[in-house]
C-alpha cells in the first residue's frame, strides 16, 4: 500500500464518493418485524417440497416492491420483477418442481406484477406459472458453478421496497399508478383495475412515445417509508410437514429526507428501476451507516459507518458465533438440519460485484488522524486545507487498490470457502469440539492444513445435516438437498443425539487475528438462517397411520467488535489490508 497525503479538495470528492458522510439514521433489523427490505433466508423446491411465501404492505399507500429470487451457489439472480401493491395488499406465491426438473413460480395472486405473472395461465387453472432463469449463470455469465437448472432450485429471496406509488399524473382519462394497482370489485371477484398500464409504464413501443416509466421512473413515485412485512413456509404434502418462518425485516435503508433532482423536478430518494434491471438491489440505498446492537456485557447500540449501503446491511447480520439446537434421537426417527445463509455473500466474493480499484481511508495508525478508527465517519468539507476540522488537517491516508472483500476471505470460482469451528454439546454438558481433541465430525473435510476442528462452508446458501454416519442421505432428510450445499454433521461414536451446537466464525490464526472481520472490526460473518427439526410417529392406530411433525427455531447468536490490544481505548484495531 501507498502512503498518500491528499489535499483537501481531493479527499472531498473522495470521501462523498466512497459514502463515509454520516447520515442522520442508520440500516438496522427491526425485531417487530416490519421494514423496507425483507430478506428470506430460503427456498426450496427438491425432493416434493414446496416453498410458500408472502408479502403484506401494512400501509395505507401503494407500494413499488423488487421481487428477487437468488440460487444457493453465488447468489445469482435466477428471477426477479417489479410488483406494485395496493394499500394493506397481501401478495402469496408458491416455489415447486414443474415435475420436469425445472423450478417454477406459481402465482395464484392478482396483485399488479411487471410482467404481469399472474396472467401467465398455461393451463386455466387461475394460477399463473414462471419458471426460475439460468441466464445469470450460464453462457457468457457463468462463474465456475453448476450450470444446470437445478442449481436455482435453492436459495433465498429479497423484497425490495422501491418507493411509494401515487397518482399524481392522473387525468380526467388516465388512472394515477395507485389507483391502477388497486382492488376493485368485478364480477370475477377482488381485480386490480387496470395492471396492464402498469404494464404499458414500462414498455418500449415501437409507435408512438414509450411508457411513462421508461423515460422517467420518477412519475407516480414517492420516498418508500417501509411497513412491509413476509414469511415463507418449506411444505412437503407427502410426508405431511410445514417449516415456516418470518422474513428479516431492514429499516432505515433509503434516506427518505434528502431531496434529488429527477427529470428536473423535485423527487425524493426512491429505488425505481424497469423491471429485467438487477437494481434495486442491496448495494443501491442511500445509508452507509449502521446501528448495531451489542447486548451484555456491552448493553449498548452504537452506529457505525461503511463505504458502501451493503456494507451496512452486512454489518447489521454479523455474527461472531451461531448456536441451536438438535436432535437426531432414534426413538423418534428424529432429523435436524440447519440453514445457514449469507445474504450479502456475493457483494464480496463474486468477481463482478465485489469492490475494486482505487480509494483512499484515513490510516487509523497516524496520530494526525485525530484517533480515527474503521467504522467511524470522518468529515469532508470544501475549500482550503485550513478549513479542514481541526484534528484531521495532518491526517495520513492510504491508498486501496485490490479487492475489498473482507470479512470474507475469497473470490468465488465455483465455490469461496469460508473457514469455520464446529463444537456440539449433549444436553448434559458434555462437548464434542474445541478445547481439547476434536474428531472429524464434518464433511466433506476442509483444505489440508486447516486448523483441527475446522470445516468450511462455500456457498451463499448452506445446509448442515446431523446425523450418524458421513453421508446420512437415505432419502428421509427434511428439505432434500443434494447439492454441493451440503455439509453432513456426522455424530456416530460421540454418543450424542441430540443436544446443541455451535458454528464460531471467528477462529484464531497463529497471530491471534480474528480472520473474519469487517471494516468496522465486528467479527465473524454476515448470516442468517434456521434450524429445521422433524420426528416421526408409527404409533398411530396400532402403527397403521404415519405421522410426521416439524419445527423451525432462528439461530441465536452473540456479535462482538474487537478490542484494539495495542491502542487503549480504542475499540478497533485497523484492518490488516489497509496496514503499509
Known sequence: MNRKNLTAAVLAGLAGAAGIAGTAQAVNINPDGLGQVLIYPYYTSRGGNQTLLSVVNTTEDAKAVKVRFLEGYNSREVLDFNMYMSAYDVWVAAIADDGAGTPTLYIPDSTCTVPYLFEQDSDGDGVGEQEFLP???????????????????????????????????????????????????????????????????????????????????????????????????????????????????????????????????????????????????????????????????????????????????????????????????????????????????????????????VFFIPDATDPGCNGWDPGEPYPTWTGSQETMPEGWRQCQYLEQTEYVNYPFTSLFNGEACELAFLSVWNREESPVGPPGNIPPIVSPPPPGGSPGGSFTLCYETNVLRFGNGPSPDDGTEILKSDSATVRNVDLSGTGIESGWANINFHYDDSEGVPVHRDWAGLIGLPVTGFWAEQFENGFLFGGSVLANYGGLFDHKANIRRQVCPDRPGQRTCSIGIFSD
Open 135 to 357: 441466464f445469470a449463470y450460464t453462457g457468457a455469465n457463468t462463474d465456475g458453478g453448476p450450470t444446470d437448472i437445478a442449481r436455482a432450485s435453492e436459495g433465498h429471496m429479497e423484497m425490495i421496497e422501491m418507493g411509494t406509488v401515487t397518482n399524481d399524473t392522473e387525468t380526467g382519462s388516465r388512472l394515477g399508478s395507485a389507483s391502477a394497482a388497486t382492488h376493485v370489485l368485478t364480477e370475477d371477484g377482488p381485480l386490480p383495475r387496470d395492471c396492464q398500464q402498469l404494464v404499458d409504464n414500462w414498455t418500449i413501443f415501437g409507435v408512438g412515445p414509450d411508457g411513462m416509466w421508461i423515460d422517467n421512473p420518477a412519475l407516480d413515485i414517492d420516498r418508500g417509508f417501509g411497513g412491509l412485512f413476509g414469511g415463507a413456509a418449506v411444505v412437503n404434502v407427502n410426508q405431511g410437514t410445514m417449516y415456516s418462518y418470518d422474513a428479516r425485516a431492514l429499516q432505515g435503508v433509503e434516506n427518505r429526507d434528502v431531496p434529488d433532482e429527477v427529470g428536473g423536478e423535485p423527487n425524493y430518494n426512491h429505488l425505481h428501476f424497469k423491471p429485467g434491471d438487477i437494481q434495486p438491489g442491496l448495494n443501491d440505498g442511500s445509508r452507509t451507516d449502521a446501528t448495531i446492537f451489542f447486548g451484555e456485557p456491552l448493553a449498548e447500540a452504537v452506529t457505525l459507518s461503511y463505504p458502501r449501503p451493503v456494507d451496512a446491511i452486512s454489518a447489521v447480520f454479523m455474527k461472531e458465533n451461531i448456536m441451536n439446537e438438535h436432535n437426531i434421537e432414534a426413538a423418534l426417527n428424529a432429523r435436524s438440519e440447519w440453514v445457514v445463509t449469507f445474504p450479502t455473500k456475493n457483494f464480496y466474493v463474486d468477481p463482478t460485484m465485489a469492490p475494486s480499484g
